[in-house]
């Protein structure tokens, strides 16, 4: 009897060293593909003021979800900023069903993400060290907020110096206006696009905007370049990722995460 006690100890006591070993292998598991995890910074605008018309505006939610999910769905973790924090306000006309699209339908029905939307990080309290690359969702807003923001800027210059990717999407790339490398605009002698002068007399918003970003980015030395109004039209030029309007979004991401990988 004693003989049969002893060895039902031994084989209880075997088999829970081997579930402690096989817990201890899946938790390092984890942690060595949390640790491998790209980790991608989203910079959304806080400014909601359409200029002097007495309107709203924002971020526009297709040039942020469309990326997000094309990101996130292959395992980047996203961290959401904005120079207020908190909840950055949605340009009312991308919220309409005439621009709604697949990935705004799933928005619309993702309580999780738009959780995470309403508490957005401070843009002053992000580190560049903690990111693989940084995005900008456009809307006008970051025309206003971002664009002037002297901690945008720093906050660019410090990724593009340590060579991570930075990626802009239709007037986001407005916000590399002042943004300066050694001296020079970091855009100078650089391939980019963005939205075009004609979609914004489209819109007929050219008279609203503080400047036209088209314009802004030729007289600091770009090498600008379009696609036809509307349509999906994308730059690469090393680091530096543009996109022309909302209908590109999807693309800047699909180039972000190709140079992530």
């Known amino acids: 009897m004693k003989h049969i006690l002893a060895t039902l100890l031994v084989i209880l006591s075997l088999g829970c060293k081997e579930k402690e070993t096989t817990t201890q292998e899946e938790s390092t598991v984890q942690t060595t593909k949390k640790e491998t ?5 989203f910079v959304l605008t806080s400014h909601d003021d359409l200029g002097n018309t007495g309107e709203k505006t ?13 990101l996130a769905d292959q395992g980047v973790e996203i961290t959401l900023a904005s120079p207020k924090g908190g909840q950055p306000p ?11 699209t697949e990935d705004t339908k ?14 957005t990080h401070k843009l002053e309290d992000v580190n560049q060290a903690d990111y693989d ?6 809307g006008h807003g970051p025309l ?13 210059t410090s990724f593009y110096t340590n060579n991570k990717p930075i990626a802009f999407v239709c007037h ?6 002042d943004v300066k490398v050694n001296g020079d605009y970091l855009v100078k002698d650089k391939k980019v696009t963005g939205f075009t002068n004609a979609e914004e007399e489209a819109v007929g918003l050219t008279d609203v905007v503080p400047f036209l970003l088209e314009d802004a980015l030729q007289a600091d030395g770009a090498i600008y370049s379009k696609g036809d109004n509307w349509a999906p039209y994308a730059v690469e ?3 530096l990722i543009t996109g022309q309007n909302p209908a590109s979004s999807k693309l800047v991401a699909q180039k972000l995460l190709h140079q992530l990988n």
């Open 37 to 41: 995890m790209k980790k991608v910074l």
């Open 58 to 70: 924002g971020f526009w939610i297709e040039e942020f979800v469309a990326p997000y999910y094309e």
């Open 90 to 100: 949605i340009d009312p006309r991308s919220s309409d069903p005439s621009n709604a």
């Open 106 to 119: 799933r928005f619309d029905n993702d309580e999780a993400l738009q959780e995470k939307l309403a508490h």
């Open 133 to 138: 690359a940084v995005f900008y969702p456009g």
């Open 144 to 156: 206003w907020d971002l664009a002037s923001s002297e901690t945008s800027q720093k906050l660019i």
């Open 172 to 177: 986001a790339p407005g916000v590399l206006k």
């Open 237 to 239: 030029d090393g680091l």
